[in-house]
Structures are given as structure tokens and as C-alpha cells.
């Protein structure tokens, strides 16, 4: 039967390689068959071999698997805008594969740690999310399928964003809502907003930040820099708190800043002093207020995620990179000066969410 099945076949260099007029096709669940287009017929085992393979993992970064009207599976490359019916996995199918532990370091774009992963089934609300490290997290998330909120105070550049994400793949799943974490109140009405869309939250990412700001209040007489930075933030997480634990496993992302270690909330006296995180304009830095407001991200997260991980939700606080090059800098042109000359040693906006 051996000798029957490969009579008349031309010899090739492996013996993996199809023989003339064979091609190599998947079907929709990732089972390699093969198209004899000569005899107009299909098998699952290979002409040569005699062995099946099946597709290994997930398909890549930028890959999706459609069906034709005839019923057969092919493959849009949305980055580069084409289509072919051959899976691009079968390069690494079941047979000859070899999976090894992948190893990150700090030149690893979230694309890539995210690779393969599902994530169709999961809301992620992240503030700031039209610009910088907000910007980058969000469109990470929703390449690979997650439905994201960008919680945004210009409602008009968050759909610009929206816009450029979904130039990349315009089957994401991305949404703008209005916050100002600068209004109590604004932050109260946007999560009475979300919580009336009655949907679930797997993972909120604490993100929006202001940075070498001069000194002014918000409506509700506090500095502006402590409010956006933490204090907008905190209630935000205890408004969505409940929705959080319903969705467990879910998790709350601080972006905070090795900054933090470069200040404390202690008088001279070493007592707990909260007048500092709303300063007097006469004893006002910018600087000093940004780091502040970053120890508060740390020790809030830390809290919150003590009280919260009995109930599925766990928190961290993550430090971006040092002297990230973002916009949060834009209101001081010696701090611009100064992130334009450590532009070329720091991370890029890429690899910075992972």
C-alpha cells in the first residue's frame, strides 16, 4: 500500500516538502490536511510521510482567520494588508516545534509578551488612555482582543486615539469616556456611568498623571498635582470597587515612579503630616508634589491589595521606566529639555507597557 500511495512521485530534498501539484492547508480548529489539486481530492496525512500534523499556539500579532463563502478558512494580515489561505502557523506545527520558555527583559514590547493571547473575553478601563504609556497600554490590549475604555478628560483627543488603534485592526473594541480626575464629582458621575453599562472589570489601569505643573486648586480646594495623581485615582478604584470583585479574577495597575523614594510625609517632627499633599503656594513645588503623589500611588496599592486579594483582586504599582520620555512633562520647558537629552538611554513607548 506504502509503495502504491508514492509511486510515481518526484523526488524533492525533504521529505517534509509537497510534492508537485500538493498543497498545505488547516482547517479552522488547526488540523493540517492536504489539497492534491492533479487529483482534485484531500487527505489529512502528509503524501510523503504518512504523518499528521496540527498547528501549534496561537496565530501571530496581527493575524485573523476568516471564512469564504465556499465555506474555506483564510488568513488576513492586517499589518500588511493581505490575505492567503496558507496558516501562518504552519511553519511551527505539532511535529517540529520546540517550545521553550521565553525570557523578558527590559527591550521586550508588551506586542510581544502578549503574543498568542486571548483576550476577547476581558474590559479593561484605563485612565489617560489617549496618549503616552495610557495610549500604547491601550491599543496593546485591544490588538488582542479586549474590549477597552479609554477614561479620558478631552473626549476629543481620546477619539483620535481611538481612530489610530483601530487603523491597526478596525475590529477593536475601543470606547471613550469622560473623567476628569481634576472633579470629585466628575469622577463620581463616571462611575455611576460605567456601572450602569453593567458589564463586568478584569482589570483597571490607574494611569492619567500631571507632571512640573504650576501651583493651582481644583473646584474641590485641593493641589492639583496630589488630586489627578492619586487622589482622583482612589476614588475611582473605591467607586469601582465592587465591580472589581465581581469580576475576580480581576486586577487594579498603579503606574507610579521610582520618584517616590525621593520624598516622605513626615514633619520635622516625624509624625504623619497630610498638609503636604496640599501645599500653600508659597511652600509649592512642583516636583516635591509629583513625588508625593507617587508615595501615595505605592502605599495606596500596597493597602489595596492586602484588603482586596481574599477576593480575587490583586494590585500593583509599576514603575514605567526611568525618565520616560511621555507628554506629562510639557508644562516645564527645563524638564522638557532635560527628557529631550536622556530620550536616546531611555525606554521606548513600546516597551514601556510591558
Not at 120 to 128: E, F, H, N, P, Q
Request: net charge neutral; hydrophobic share 40%.
Amino acid at each position: 500500500m506504502a509503495a502504491l500511495k508514492y509511486a510515481g512521485m518526484d523526488d524533492t530534498d525533504s521529505e517534509d516538502e509537497l510534492p508537485p501539484g500538493w498543497e498545505e492547508r488547516s482547517t479552522k480548529d488547526g488540523w493540517v490536511y492536504f489539497a492534491n489539486h492533479d487529483e482534485m481530492k484531500t487527505q489529512w496525512e502528509h503524501p510523503k510521510t504518512g504523518k499528521k500534523k496540527r498547528c501549534a499556539g496561537d496565530l501571530p500579532y496581527g493575524w485573523e482567520q476568516e471564512t469564504d463563502e465556499k465555506g474555506q478558512v483564510f488568513y488576513v494580515d492586517h499589518i500588511n494588508k493581505r490575505t492567503t489561505y496558507f496558516d501562518p502557523r504552519q511553519a511551527f506545527t505539532v511535529e517540529d516545534v520546540v517550545l521553550k520558555p521565553k525570557r523578558y527583559d527590559g527591550n521586550t514590547a508588551a506586542l510581544e509578551i502578549l503574543q498568542g493571547r486571548d483576550l476577547s473575553d476581558k474590559v479593561i478601563l484605563i485612565t489617560g488612555g489617549n496618549s503616552g504609556i495610557g495610549f500604547e497600554t491601550a491599543k496593546t490590549f485591544a490588538l488582542h482582543g479586549a474590549q477597552v475604555i479609554l477614561a479620558c478628560r478631552n473626549l476629543s483627543k481620546a477619539r483620535k486615539a481611538i481612530d489610530l488603534i483601530q487603523q491597526e485592526w478596525h475590529k477593536a473594541r475601543v470606547e471613550a469616556m469622560m473623567c476628569d480626575l481634576a472633579s470629585l464629582r466628575g469622577v463620581r458621575e463616571f462611575t455611576e456611568a460605567f456601572k450602569a453599562k453593567s458589564i463586568p472589570l478584569h482589570v483597571l489601569v490607574c494611569n492619567a498623571a500631571v507632571c512640573t505643573q504650576p501651583w493651582r486648586l481644583t473646584e474641590d480646594g485641593l493641589e492639583s498635582t496630589f488630586q489627578i495623581c492619586h487622589l482622583g485615582h482612589f476614588l475611582l478604584v473605591q467607586g469601582l470597587q465592587e465591580v472589581l470583585r465581581r469580576s475576580a479574577p480581576a486586577r487594579v495597575v498603579v503606574v507610579s515612579s521610582e520618584s517616590h523614594r525621593f520624598t516622605d510625609l513626615v514633619d520635622s517632627c516625624g509624625k504623619v503630616d497630610l498638609e503636604l499633599l496640599s501645599p500653600a503656594r508659597s511652600s509649592y513645588w512642583s516636583m516635591l508634589a509629583y513625588n508625593r503623589a507617587k508615595l501615595c500611588n505605592v502605599l495606596f496599592s500596597a493597602e489595596l491589595h492586602r484588603r482586596l486579594s481574599p477576593h480575587g483582586v490583586s494590585c500593583n504599582a509599576v514603575h514605567p521606566g526611568n525618565m520616560m520620555y511621555t507628554a506629562i512633562h510639557r508644562s516645564w520647558w527645563l524638564m522638557t529639555l532635560l527628557f529631550t537629552l536622556a530620550r536616546p538611554f531611555t525606554k521606548s513607548m513600546v516597551r514601556v507597557v510591558s
